[in-house]
């Protein structure tokens, strides 16, 4: 089993996150397996969800979440392994990509590798720096620039 992405995004940042699934898959740890899902949204949805998930009244550029589970503690669907969901503020990454002198295209890849390594089990904010190494050189390997949590150091 590999990694399938589906990436939803409509109305004018569409055409900045083509390629990004096939792109995601293929840049992820090699131990990354099953599907996640992509939404790229207005940055009002996005501080819709970081009010009621981080009581944070902005947006942010990326969350993540990881799958529901019914009662008995197992994911919903049945089949594949699903990663969660991955959702990032359109209008954030084109403003953080244009302060940055990258295209928001860049950025959205900066930020989906950083949400799909969350949904991997990694947290920055605890790990001793494993997230930072791992993304650094996931990174490195793509091409990309600093990635979010170089940017924060």
């Known amino acids: 089993m590999s ?3 589906t990436v939803l995004s409509a109305g004018a940042g569409a ?8 792109w995601l898959a293929r840049t992820a740890p090699a131990r990354a397996r099953g599907r996640v899902t992509v939404a790229i949204v207005p940055d009002a949805t996005m501080s819709a969800l970081n009010k009621r998930f981080r009581r944070v009244d902005e947006p942010t550029d990326v969350l993540s979440f990881p799958p529901v589970r019914n009662s008995a503690g197992s994911r919903l669907d049945l089949g594949e392994l699903d990663l969660g969901e991955i959702v990032i503020a359109r209008g954030v990454a084109r403003r953080q990509a244009r302060s940055l002198g990258h295209s928001t295209g860049v950025e ?5 590798l950083h ?16 997230m930072a190494r791992v993304e650094g050189r ?8 600093e990635g979010l949590i170089a940017r924060s150091s």
Not at 15 to 22: C, V
Not at 108 to 112: F, Q
């Open 15 to 22: 055409a900045q996150s083509r390629g990004l699934g096939p």
């Open 115 to 130: 949400g799909l390594l969350h949904l991997l089990g990694y947290d920055h904010e605890v790990d001793n720096g494993r």
């Open 3 to 5: 990694l399938k992405v």
């Open 108 to 112: 959205l890849r900066i930020l989906a």
């Open 138 to 145: 996931l990174r490195r390997r793509a091409g990309l620039p």
